[in-house]
C-alpha cells in the first residue's frame, strides 16, 4: 500500500475516528485505527471498540491499494506532529511495517494486519430520517446528562430514548433520580418508532455536531444506528430492552409555580457548593442544598460539619411558600442545560418532583425529584 495525503486531511481524520478507539481493549487490535487504500484515489479511516464504529471517506493519491490497522495513538500523534504538507504512507506487505514521511522527517513502525481488524456492523435499513446537526446537536446536549452511569441496575437507562410519534422527534433521558426530555417537529410522513442510543455514543456524535444547518441522516435497522455525515459516518449498537413508561411523570397537577433566571440560581447553586466541596466527609457529598422559596425570592442553605452558607435570589412565584432539598449537582445540570433562559419552576409539595421548563420554549422538560429534609 502506498498514498499520499495533506497532513491536516489526515490529522482532521484521525482526530474524528479516534473516538471509537477502544480505551480498555483486551485485544491490541482494537487499540488501532484500519486504514483501506484503493486504486480509484479513496482512503476509508476506520476505528471500531465493537460497540461504535466511525468510518471516515476521502480522496487522496493512491499509488498502490491495500489495508493496515495502525496503532492509533502512535499513528495520531506521528500525523500531528508532522509539518502542514504531503504525508506519505507505505507499507510493506511481507511485514506490515509502515514508512510515514513528512517534510524530512521519517517513522517507521509496526502494523497489524487489517484482516484481524474486527468488521464494520452491518445496518441494514429499516428507517431512515433527515434532521439538521444543529437540532439533534441541542438535543442531545440538553438530554445527555440525565443517562444514567449505572450499568448494573437498569442498563436500558445508559441509552437515551429516540421517539417518533405523530410527526415529533422526542429525545428521553433518565437515570430515576431525574429526567430530561425535548421535543423537536421533524417530518411529518414518518411513521413512529423508538430505539435507544447508548449515551457514550451520544457524547461522542455531540463533538462531531455542527451547529448549523448541514443535514444529519439517521439510520436504524434492528440492531443497530448510523448518523451519516457524508464523509464520514458513526455507528452504533443499540440497547436491547423496553424503555421506561416516561409520560405518567410528566401529567403531576402542581400548584406552586416560579419564575427565574436559570443563570442566577446557578450561580447561587455553585456558590452554596462551595462548602460542600471543601468538606472531604463522606456524607458531604448527599448533603442537600435547601430552597424556601416565597412570592419573590429563593433562600439557598446548606450545611456542612465544617460550615454553613446563606444565598437569595429575586423571582417571581405564585402558590404556597415552600421548602424544599435537592442534590446540587443534578440541579445544576439542568440549570446549565437551560443556558440564559428564564425559566418557570413547579412544584406540588416538597416530597415530589420539581420541573423545569423554559419559560419561552416548552419543547424541554427537566424532572429532578428532591431530597427528603427530616422536617419535612
Known amino acids: 500500500m502506498k498514498l499520499v495525503c495533506h497532513k491536516t486531511v489526515l490529522a482532521e481524520i484521525i482526530n474524528t475516528v479516534q473516538k471509537a478507539v477502544s480505551s480498555k481493549a483486551v485485544m491490541p487490535i482494537l487499540e488501532c485505527i484500519k486504514l483501506d487504500a484503493y486504486n480509484d484515489g479513496k482512503i476509508t479511516v476506520t476505528a471500531n471498540n465493537l460497540d461504535l464504529c466511525i468510518e471516515y471517506y476521502c480522496d487522496c493519491t493512491v499509488t498502490d491499494g ?66 439538521k ?18 450499568e448494573s441496575k437498569r442498563p ?68 443497530y444506528a448510523m448518523f451519516d455525515f457524508g464523509e464520514f459516518n458513526v455507528t452504533t449498537r443499540l440497547l436491547e430492552g423496553k424503555y421506561i413508561n416516561y409520560r405518567p411523570v410528566l401529567q403531576t397537577p402542581n400548584a406552586i409555580y416560579v419564575n427565574a433566571l436559570a443563570r442566577d440560581l446557578a ?43 446563606y444565598d437569595a435570589i429575586e423571582v417571581s412565584a405564585s402558590g404556597d411558600d415552600l421548602e424544599i432539598g435537592f442534590n446540587h449537582k443534578l440541579l445544576l445540570d439542568a440549570l446549565r442545560a437551560c443556558e440564559n433562559d ?11 418532583s420539581c420541573f423545569i421548563r423554559s419559560k419561552n420554549d416548552d419543547s424541554y422538560t427537566f424532572m429532578i425529584l428532591p431530597v427528603r429534609l427530616y422536617n419535612n
Open 342 to 352: 428564564e425559566i418557570k419552576m413547579e412544584f406540588s409539595n416538597p416530597r415530589s
Open 267 to 309: 450561580d447561587s447553586l455553585e456558590r452554596a457548593a462551595l462548602i460542600i466541596n471543601d468538606d472531604m466527609s463522606a456524607k458531604a457529598e448527599k448533603l442537600p442544598v435547601i430552597l424556601n422559596i416565597s412570592s419573590d425570592k429563593i433562600e439557598i442553605t446548606c450545611m456542612t460539619s465544617r460550615s454553613k452558607v
Open 156 to 223: 436500558i437507562l445508559t441509552g437515551s430514548l429516540f421517539e417518533i410519534e405523530s410527526g415529533v422527534l422526542s429525545v428521553v433521558s433518565t437515570d430515576n433520580y431525574r429526567l430530561a426530555i425535548i421535543n423537536e417537529v421533524v417530518d411529518s410522513s414518518l411513521q413512529p418508532i423508538s430505539f435507544v442510543v447508548p449515551g457514550f455514543t451520544l457524547r461522542e456524535v455531540l463533538k462531531v455536531l455542527k451547529d448549523g444547518e448541514e443535514n444529519v441522516d439517521i439510520i436504524v435497522s434492528d440492531r
Open 133 to 150: 446537526q444543529g437540532v439533534l446537536k441541542n438535543m442531545i446536549k440538553k438530554t445527555i446528562f440525565a443517562v444514567s452511569q449505572n
Open 66 to 131: 491495500g489495508s493496515i490497522a495502525l496503532s492509533s495513538r502512535m499513528f495520531g500523534d506521528i500525523i500531528r506532529r508532522l509539518p502542514d504538507e504531503d504525508v506519505e504512507i507505505e507499507v510493506n506487505p511481507s511485514n506490515n511495517v509502515t514508512t510515514i514521511k513528512g517534510g524530512k522527517s521519517e517513522f517507521n513502525i509496526q502494523g497489524l494486519n487489517a484482516l484481524e481488524y474486527p468488521a464494520v456492523p452491518e445496518v441494514s435499513e429499516v428507517y431512515r430520517f433527515s434532521m
